[in-house]
């Protein structure tokens, strides 16, 4: 589409009941970012009230019209989706206004490939719309749908504007109520059952769940649970504190009573019938989990039942899937067949194509896998062919164990559900999900092909084109992925891998590339974006040393001395090992002095260039011995990246205060105009 184009969705897709909008941006260094948003107006071009307002504060609607789905990682970067079920839109909404916003100082123009693509629930691209012309402008405005002849409409709009989120708020109507709010404490309930956890609040009151029922970890210390500032667009919800009131167990010995216990589990087979009934019935009874997790898959929103066990005739042998979820909404079902493996087990081809054909036929809308593995663009876990030629269109997604995880903990530790019989839920299920017995511990396994690859770097025998060094690579590639979701569910923050590929780059010509680069240097390289911190977290896993490096680059303050920025930085950590090494990156220099922490300590002003050279910044960067078998044992090469990327965010990157401010609350952003 050019600017200010429209076309019908009705032409472009027999069912666009239920779309997904991406928007896609690049970033140069990797850490560029925008906050995506909705807005529902009326026939005047304004919204009702403050709930039509969508963002990162305020993710889902009550009734499933509009879901943000978070970023998902590309080839070539990420990419911010909504989901929209327009069969859900509340009649007295005329248009829907799809736009994203930066913070601080931030502007588009610094951004490349801005792009809105829809979808529809299939997943199949429909149509895109590339902004070309974007400078100075803090909030964008990609494109909206609107309401015409009964039908639906989509507009690439590209309308920028320089006051940045509070210019779109406002143009809309938003109404900000920007005074802060009073602190107060959080509500104390006792008890361990959902009947006696549920808390009746009023709608301005912050509300907690139980500490029984919200126990993480053994041996946590107990503190004040904080209430955040929030805009009035967020709706009150329930989360549960952090931290545990002190147990009334007599003894370490005794053990909490669980909703689903996972201790008995014997086999692989027992696994999966119990996580797939745990985790489908948790996504029936919890609105918003069951959404979250079905949205992205063209789910509508409407009434959710679950069931496990059910035969279905195919040939001469019935076959039966693990489960079956069912979604109604104005008298239509969306029906999904779901196969469950746990426990590292891998998914069969034959297995799921029988559940793609059985969908084609009797009309249903998706087959859903879910296993420990994570699924990477352009390399499908599963073989499967599907046939275009029917009406029907059946369409196969792939769901990991990690990735059920940090959406149970995004809501029940930083978004909020509706009640904290809910959050009980949700709480129960991550218990389960996590417990050592239940298989559902995400990727554990970096393959057949990481002991060979190993040995073969160590041997210095490892040639370009071998395809287990294509394998590792992808190993590699799943892992980061993975740490980023786990990282991402414990801060509630976005935390996504950096693709520096070109747009348009082939996944597998990217991977071959990145196999090569690893037999000649026996290194993987790998970089995280954490929100809020000040920069990309870089992660090498050199096998050659049996080291793993973790390293991030601080910016030099605008202003000040760099006398000033050394001892600054030195305070800041404070709490950070002695180990830590620091470089001084000096404009036009490959490198600058640098040291330890331990001697830059007493000696700061060590850090600076004896010749008074320009200082762009520092680098801080930790060594770590590495684990070598390829599983997830505390002596496995996974494990020990677990634990270097937590170390170090914790003790170093935490530490540092961000180089952009932080992401501003709406009322803030507005009282900036």
């Not at 009334?248 to 996972?262: G, K």
């Not at 004896?610 to 390829?630: A, E, H, P, V, Y």
Request: proline share 5%; glycine share 10%; net charge negative.
């Amino acid at each position: 589409m050019v600017k200010g184009a429209n076309v019908g969705l009705a032409s472009l897709s027999e069912d666009v009941g239920s779309v997904v909008v991406s928007l896609a941006w690049r970033s140069g260094t990797g850490d560029g970012d925008a906050d995506v948003s909705v807005l529902l107006l009326d026939a005047d071009g304004k919204v009702r009230s403050d709930a039509d307002f969508f963002f990162y504060n305020n993710p889902a609607a009550p009734d499933g019209s509009v879901q943000l789905l978070g970023k998902t990682p590309t080839a070539d970067g990420s990419e911010d989706r909504i989901s929209l079920d327009l069969t859900a839109m509340s009649s007295g909404v005329e248009r829907v206004v799809v736009a994203a916003s930066r913070y601080g100082d931030a502007r588009f123009g610094d951004l490349d490939d801005l792009r809105m693509t829809i979808a529809d629930r299939t997943g199949e691209a429909l149509l895109g719309f590339s902004i070309t012309d974007a400078g100075a402008e803090s909030a964008v405005v990609f494109g909206e749908l609107y309401r015409r002849d009964g039908g639906w409409k989509l507009r690439a709009v590209g309308q920028g504007y320089e006051t940045g989120l509070a210019g779109l708020a406002t143009d809309f109507g938003i109404d900000v109520d920007d005074a802060p709010e009073e602190s107060q404490d959080p509500v104390e309930e006792t008890g361990t059952s959902p009947s006696a956890t549920s808390v009746e609040a009023p709608a301005e009151s912050p509300v907690t769940v139980p500490a029984q029922a919200a126990a993480i970890e053994a041996g946590e210390t107990t503190r004040t649970v904080e209430r955040k500032r929030r805009p009035r667009t967020a709706k009150r919800k329930v989360t549960l504190p952090r931290t545990a009131r002190k147990s009334l167990a007599e003894n370490e010995a005794w053990r909490q009573a669980r909703l689903f216990p996972a201790s008995s589990l014997k086999n692989d087979r027992e696994r999966e019938m119990r996580a797939t009934s745990v985790l489908l019935s948790v996504m029936a009874q919890v609105p918003e989990f069951g959404r979250r997790l079905t949205a992205a898959f063209g789910a509508p929103a409407g009434r959710m039942e679950t069931f496990t066990e059910v035969s279905l005739p195919h040939g001469d042998t019935p076959k039966r899937p693990d489960g079956v979820i069912r979604v109604e909404r104005a008298g239509k079902l969306w029906t999904a067949l779901v196969e469950t493996k746990t426990n590292g087990n891998s998914l069969r081809s034959e297995q799921v194509q029988d559940y793609v054909d059985i969908a084609a036929r009797r009309g249903y809308e998706a087959v859903i896998t879910l296993s420990n593995d994570v699924e990477l663009e352009g390399r499908p876990l599963v073989d499967v062919k599907i046939d275009k030629r029917r009406k029907n269109k059946v369409t196969l997604w792939h769901l990991s164990w990690a990735e059920v995880t940090h959406q149970a903990q995004m809501l029940i530790r930083h978004e909020g559900v509706g009640n904290a019989a809910h959050a009980w839920l949700l709480h129960e299920l991550l218990h389960y999900l996590q417990h050592e017995n239940s298989g559902c511990h995400g990727f554990q396994n970096m393959g057949p092909a990481w002991v060979p690859a190993r040995r073969g770097i160590e041997e210095e025998t490892l040639c370009q084109g071998d395809k287990r060094a294509v394998e590792v690579v992808e190993s590699w590639e799943r892992l980061v992925r993975q740490v980023c979701l786990r990282l991402g569910g414990e801060l509630g923050q976005k935390v996504l891998p950096v693709q520096r590929a070109k747009r348009g780059t082939d996944p597998h010509s990217r991977r071959t590339a990145l196999a090569d680069s690893f037999c000649e240097d026996g290194r993987l390289n790998a970089e995280i974006r954490i929100e809020g911190t000040p920069g990309t977290m870089a992660i090498v896993a050199d096998l050659r040393t049996g080291k793993l490096r973790t390293a991030i680059e601080v910016p030099a303050p605008e202003d000040g001395y760099p006398l000033t920025w050394a001892k600054r930085l030195i305070r800041q950590l404070a709490e950070a090992p002695a180990a830590l090494h620091i470089e001084t990156l000096v404009h036009g220099q490959s490198g600058g002095p640098r040291g330890t922490l331990e001697h830059l300590r007493p000696e700061p002003g060590d850090l600076l260039p004896k010749d008074g050279s320009q200082i762009t910044g520092f680098r801080l960067s930790l060594l770590k011995s590495m684990g070598s078998t390829r599983g997830n044992a505390e002596s496995g090469f996974i494990r020990s990246v677990d634990d270097a990327v937590d170390r170090f965010y914790a003790t170093v990157v935490a530490q540092v205060e961000p180089r952009q401010p932080r992401r501003p609350q709406l009322a803030e952003a507005v009282a900036l105009r």
